[in-house]
């Protein structure tokens, strides 16, 4: 049954430029679908898998995390690229002893991303020993034992730190959190540092909770969506299908992108027949073309026109009645607002005066407003700012707590957001740790932990040596790709618990682990026969999950054994919680999360109901604002936007159509029109011309960061220029091959979130230098 992945691997030279799309989906996106599906499954496999995707008894999508359409569930409620990420789960494409004996690590490393990860799915645990050239087979037990053994010889718990990245579920994330407080640190960084933590931190000081306000029919029924940094034809393509829905009720939606996106601009939806036919369906009315990072400056002149707005046809425009019952710090906001220079709006974000005024309007009479955002926001220095801003502007109009409105930040990882609720965080609040300390009888520490960008800069200095990543793959989406590499390589001990094979396998400590685990669509049998997970979406709305394929080999332990068994490992027989009990029925995991986590009460009742249940949100459910005022806040933010300097570009780092973070699906980012390969810079023509160089030129591109009095440099080689519609001064090109441009300390106020969206960068001819 097992299949070798591919030998070939990427030759950028064979890349080919074919132009944008103006709309997405629609009949290749099908055929894509089940073409990667028989690759890496087969036809009994893919038949087996692709139909219970997100079904009420099927499993939920490995990929984005956009909620499934509540009770009437579509009889093919995925996408292609929902289809992609199952594929590339549930290749039989196999990693196996074999491999890792005819592979050196050294050989592995001169791989891409791509070529490794298409070699297919891990099937034994492995380990690399001090100065060994390949990795070879290592028992479990012995495994467990050499992870126990280095936790117990380190200084202090502080110096291990344990990563998470978002799939993983409620239940094995729920156990991981508890092993390592049980161990004593907080040291929990997870990939939502890098990614909608900015988010996080806003709207808990603003409506004081971190979590979207809406649900799918609050979209449907909005009568004006703004889609702001956001990339919904390829990242959450379902997404597509709800914005549709929205327009078909007479929602207006304005994109706001520096990129005209296929998918912001038309969907035919192959679900419909009208979708594969037909033209399919316009969605953004409005497209403002905004230069990276002038959210924040959009959303200020914006406040400044609705209170111009105000002042016309008074009582008309500002809600009262709302924020004089529920929001602090009006007055001041106004103040600020009111005297914001509306040339600087228009310079920092590039748009015109006509489209400012048209979007204030449309803001002006929209009775119900939600604004929907992703990383185009988060990934920035004034990130919380930005997003401070939008909440602004929701407050002014009383556009939080009711039906059609709200904030939408639309999440990753498929459970992301539910990692978190489980307690992946490096500084859960007292409420949690108390209730936890109390369901175990263990104390867990009071320290906040390192997240993601600290975890680093504490492996470079010396203050961790050892790192344990459940899932993801964290060399390759972590900023500054050499220094976090030589972060690592100066660990004691590197696990990974993973799928499949990746970058950070062969950047390691001087000792490293390969656990290889069950994922999403995988039959999980333990003691009380079969298990199931549990995830919750973007939305909040908490639901069941079950595996159903065979895995590929008996080697292969869940995430929740893993985490059980080192535990036993690490405490023995006498600690007071019931790791073999809990390893044996994931239903007590589920009683002791109803007993600690908020909202949670009767979980195993609540998640088998039939659309599961959704978390309470005070904002959404009763407008009630449990931040440090007692009140939903107005903020007052300094404006800050990312002019660019002389004969310099701002880049942002974006997804291709063909990848999942950084894992590769193929080489096809068919609506920019890229082929065959993926290093390739987009530049506005104008920019091209003056800064000397053509379309179609190769170079290298070069970050500069000011340090120390002085301009460090990072480079990255051999990228393809390509003439695209950008602002000027702007460019873009694919993460993770531009990882190494971005500097550690290049993160966003309060979320300390890399920067991955505006990097100061030059061309150089390649070779030149
Ligand atoms: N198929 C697929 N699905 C995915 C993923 C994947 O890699 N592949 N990743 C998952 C994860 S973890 C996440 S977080 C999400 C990511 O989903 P997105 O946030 O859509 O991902 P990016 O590709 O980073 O796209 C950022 C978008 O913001 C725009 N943008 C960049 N800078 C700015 C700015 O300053 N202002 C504005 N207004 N726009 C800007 C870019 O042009 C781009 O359209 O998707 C999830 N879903
Ligand atoms: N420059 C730049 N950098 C970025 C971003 C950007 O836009 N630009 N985006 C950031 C964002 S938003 C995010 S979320 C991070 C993503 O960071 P991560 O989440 O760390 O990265 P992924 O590429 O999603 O991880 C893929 C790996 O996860 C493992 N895996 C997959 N499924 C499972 C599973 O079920 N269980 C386990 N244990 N392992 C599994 C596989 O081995 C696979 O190789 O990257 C961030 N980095
Ligand atoms: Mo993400």
Redesign the pocket.
Known sequence: MTRHGPLHDIVESDLEVTGPKDHAAGVPAVLVSLKRAYEQMGVARTAATLPRLNQRHGFDCP???WPETPGHRKPAEFCE?GA??VAEEATLRTVTPEFFARHSVAELSEKTGYWLGQQGRLTHPMVLRPGATHYTPVDWDDAYRLIADHLRALPTPDHAVFYTS?RTSNEAAFLYQLLIRSYGTNNMPD?SNM??ESSGSALVETIGIGKGSVSVPDLEHADLILV?????G????RMLSTLVKAKENGAKIIA????P?AGLLRFKDPQRVDGVLGHGTDIADEF?Q??????MALFQGLGRLLFEAEDAAPGTVIDRAFVEAHCAGFDDYERHVRAVDLGTVLEATGLSEAQLRSTARDLATSQRTVAC????????THAVATIAEAVNLLLLRGMIGKPGAGVCP????SN?QGDRTMGIWEKMPESFLAALDLEFGITSPRRHGYDTVEAIRAMRDGRASFFMAMGGNFVAATPDTHATEEALRRCELTVQISTKLNRSHLVHGRTALILPTLGRTDLDIQESGKQLVSVEDSMSMVHLSRGRLQPVGDQLHSEVAIVCRLARELFGPDHPVRWSAFEGNYDLIRDSIGRVVPGCEDYNTKVRRRDGFQLPHPPRDNREFRTHTGKANFSVNDLVW?PTPPGRLVL????S?D???T?IYGLDDRYRGVKNGRKVVFVHTDDIAELGFADGDLVDIVSEWPADGAVQERRVRDFRIIAYSTPRGNA?AY?PETNPLIPLDHVATKSNTPV???IVVRLERAGAD
Request: glycine share 12%; net charge positive; aromatic share 6%.
């Open positions: 990929g984005c995390a690229n992609k990420a978002g990939c990614c909608h702001a940094g956001q990339n919904p390829t990242n959450h393509p706001i992108n520096p990129l996106e403002l905004i230069r990276l990072g002038g959210d955002w992703a990383m185009g926001l988060t990934q920035h639309v999440r990753g990882h992301v990312v942002q780092t974006l997804r159509h990848q999942y973070n894992t873009a993460y991955s969206k505006a």
